[in-house]
């Protein structure tokens, strides 16, 4: 059966094309991925098939009384609500009906035997609704899903103003799961999980009974809970069944038929041309030198495969600093209030030190502290002889207006227009992601676009908060790379180990916040 169907759409925007006749069908029980690299239009797909935005052309057709649960990774949380009762208005509708049930017990002592009738009737058939629907057990499963996704640890009765980027994220998707609506769509939702959490929403998916589509760039999680693979590429969708590792091996046989179907045809061509020139000035071999012509003339000729523009990173070295290029002693993490106990931390010259621990604990703020970006409630923080950091921010800034080019430019303004250019082109951007706005960047652009002006500086303590999120599967192999072959000093956050675990010295796990030496 098809919930959902879509034909022949296609979509443009600012002069450029995402979708050009794509097709797309979801059936019941699949467990969808939609994957492509960076800036192909995954989120601009959701975006239409959610009715956010409106296509070009073609048909975007639901099933009759689908219900559809959208995660958006820009969603937002009304400030002044506790988690506890944000989390409740998954359920809005039942305690409309409660309400509604409340208000007919209350009229029932002035009720006609008639009306009586009709409002026993109506409360017979709210009750049945609110009964099927678990109403009188909601509290526990808020407790359930909130304690998978760890928002107990964090305490449902705090405010969510309070909450970390990851927090709210945690939170949108609880509540998402408890709508528990017939079609999941979530974009990117493992980007602020926890390593643990994510591993509680791998198992929810893998045993989840109805259809979803995910967008994802975290290659074992598409792996365990998908069973079909949309693949978004130059305008076009293509269907694949199997999990990712089967995308890919599917994928990379239908490029080589490609590849060797355009050269076969190439050489065809060049054969046919060669025998026109040769025969269509004598008059023996005129006619068949014609008839060549418009067989060559109605050909649909093959276009060459385009190679998107991969990314080429490469972090400056500073020189050498001395032994500790951080030393802090009795560190109070915090804004207003302590978030963690007094903590002494050297990191010594060279270190490749990778930190863990859920989320609200503290990691960006522990970034933040030691760069001096913000103060710490107390303790002493010395960076080390000649120091020189670079720091990669985890979300680029709200309301950028500057293009990408500008954006660079700002920091380095001694740099020319090429020079900057050829360094945002050698991070995989094209000249349309260089002169576009960054707050029109899909979250992968704008994450190449940051760390294209790390690289612009010579540094010897690389600063990396979560820096492959967004990030598309070859860029995340590009940056592993690079980070791997860089010989200066690296503090990682990171939620994905199979990014970091086989070329870090150490993991922090800061969860216990007692004393780290290294």
């Known amino acids: 059966m098809s919930i959902l169907n879509v034909e022949h759409v296609s979509h443009g925007f600012g002069g450029r094309t995402i979708f050009e006749d794509a097709s797309f069908r979801l059936l019941k029980g699949e467990h969808v991925a939609l994957v492509g690299a960076n800036g192909e239009g995954k989120s601009t797909f959701l975006a239409m098939i959610t009715g956010q935005l409106t296509p070009d052309e073609g048909k975007i057709e639901w099933a009759n009384r689908v219900t559809v649960g959208y995660l958006d990774q820009h969603a937002a949380l009304q400030p002044g609500q506790t988690i506890r009762e944000v989390l409740r208005t998954a ?36 009750q049945s609704i609110l009964e099927a629907n678990s109403f009188y057990s909601l509290d526990a499963r808020i407790e359930e899903v909130a304690g998978g996704l760890g928002l107990r640890d964090i305490g449902l009765e705090k405010r969510v103003d309070e909450l970390s980027g990851g927090q709210r994220t945690k939170v949108l998707l609880t509540k998402l799961l ?53 693949h978004v590429e130059n305008t076009h969708i293509t269907r694949y069944t199997g999990d990712y590792e089967k995308f890919q091996e599917m994928y990379a046989i239908k490029r080589r038929q490609e590849d060797a179907a355009y050269e076969r045809q190439q050489q065809e061509i060049k054969r046919t041309e060669d025998f026109i020139q040769r025969n269509k000035a004598r008059v023996a071999t005129r006619g068949m030198a014609n008839s060549r012509q418009k067989r060559l003339d109605k050909m649909e000729v093959l276009e060459k495969r385009q190679e998107k523009p991969k990314p080429h990173f490469q972090f400056r070295e500073a020189r050498t600093p001395g032994r500790f290029v951080i030393d802090a002693k009795r560190l109070v993490l915090g804004y207003d209030t302590a978030l963690t106990n007094p903590v002494d931390i050297q990191l010594e010259r060279g270190r490749k030190i990778a930190l863990r621990g859920v989320n609200g604990l503290g990691k960006t703020t522990l970034l933040k502290t030691l760069l001096g970006i913000i103060p710490p409630i107390s303790g002493k923080i010395e960076l080390g002889d000649f120091v020189e950091p670079g720091y990669f921010e985890q979300e680029s800034a709200k309301g950028n207006d500057h293009t990408a080019i500008e954006d660079v430019w700002e920091e380095y303004p001694g740099m020319s227009n090429y020079e900057i250019r050829a360094a945002l082109a050698a991070c995989g951007l094209t ?83 007692t004393t780290k030496i290294v």
């Open 91 to 126: 359920f809005d509708d039942m305690y409309k009906l409660e309400a509604e049930m409340l208000a007919c017990y209350d009229k029932m002592g002035e009720a006609s035997p008639e009306e009586m009738d009709r409002m026993m009737a109506d409360v017979g058939d709210i």
């Open 178 to 230: 408890l709508q528990n609506p017939m079609i999941l769509i979530l974009d990117e939702p493992t980007n602020y999980l926890d390593v643990e959490h994510i591993h509680w929403l791998r198992t929810y998916l893998e045993n989840y009974e109805n259809a979803f589509i995910l967008v994802s760039h975290d290659v074992p999680f598409l792996n365990a809970v998908t069973n079909v693979i949309y």
């Open 431 to 513: 000249n349309e992601h260089i002169t576009s706005k960054m707050m029109v960047l899909s979250g992968g652009e704008a994450a190449k676009v940051r760390l294209c002006k790390v690289m612009q500086k010579p540094v010897n303590l690389l600063v990396l908060d979560e820096p492959t999120n967004h990030l598309d599967v070859e860029a995340k192999k590009e940056l592993k790379r690079a980070l791997k072959e860089y010989k200066g000093t690296i503090l990682l956050v990171s939620h994905e180990p199979e990014f970091y675990e086989d070329w870090v010295d150490a993991v922090w796990n800061i969860e216990s916040w």
